[in-house]
């Protein structure tokens, strides 16, 4: 079975602290991907990376970076953090074949930002 | 731009009592519709991949079918333990490797 690992299931952090959640998939896929899930907003897609070094921005990047420097880690990085980043951070990994994206998700770090 | 809306927003059903969920969607051209499964706490979990309209697929109690313009996913005499949201997302085939996820239908199934 895939198997995608959140560091942290639980974080709180200051408004204006950097703070990094790190991802790791243990399948060898090429894409990786970070989402927020928040009341009402659904899945929205902050970042997505389709090979080592490489990134796209997805729907909502701003205030956000990200790192991938090895093929089976993924880190999302919040450069100064504010109270409307509170949220679930998913990640996810796929293969990156001609069929049809299938998402494999990590059980989510539910970040408080006070 | 690509659009998912899932009804309805939560379900409340007897142990035993089928019922469907509804996926609409508007995409210029589908390259995939998906079915998770999310219980609280997790991450959602993958249950279906639909191509083309026409197309069904099943997994115990669960079946998901696809039209042109909507999936359903339907469950026959549902249990507790199917209780949980249920998130519906297209792939576009212009998208790349972006998803759209639908807001999500959440299922309670009372003993």
């Known amino acids: 079975d895939v198997k995608v690992t959140q560091s942290s299931r639980y974080l709180v952090k200051r408004t204006g602290e950097k703070v990094f959640l790190e991802c790791v998939q243990d399948?060898?896929?090429?894409?990786m991907f970070w989402y927020r899930q928040d009341p009402g907003l659904g899945l929205r897609l902050i970042y997505f990376?389709?090979?080592?070094?490489?990134?796209e921005k997805g729907d909502i990047p701003e205030g956000y970076s990200v790192s991938r420097e090895k093929k089976e880690r993924f880190s999302l990085i919040l450069e100064s953090a504010s109270t409307n980043q509170t949220s679930m951070y998913l990640c996810?990994?796929?293969?990156?074949?001609?069929?049809?994206?299938?998402?494999?998700f990590g059980n989510g770090t539910r970040l408080t930002v006070t | 731009e690509d659009q998912v809306t899932q009804s309805p927003e939560a379900l409340r059903l007897q142990e035993g009592e089928s019922s469907s969920l509804n996926c609409s969607y508007t995409?210029?051209?589908?390259?995939?519709l998906f079915w998770y499964r999310q219980d609280p706490g997790k991450g959602p979990e993958f249950l279906f991949t639909?191509?083309?309209a026409g197309e069904e697929k099943e997994k115990e109690r669960l079946k998901a079918t696809l039209t042109k313009k909507e999936s359903f996913l339907h469950i026959t005499a549902p249990k507790p333990e199917d209780s949980a949201t249920y998130l519906c997302?297209?792939?576009?085939?212009?998208?790349?490797?972006?998803?759209?996820f639908g807001g999500g239908t959440r299922l309670m199934v009372k003993p």
């Open positions: 399948m060898d896929h090429e894409n």
């Open positions: 639909l191509y083309s």
């Open positions: 995409v210029s051209g589908l390259r995939g």
């Open positions: 997302a297209v792939q576009a085939s212009n998208a790349g490797n972006m998803l759209t």
């Open positions: 990376s389709y090979d080592v070094k490489m990134k």
């Open positions: 996810a990994s796929s293969f990156h074949g001609t069929g049809g994206l299938t998402l494999h």
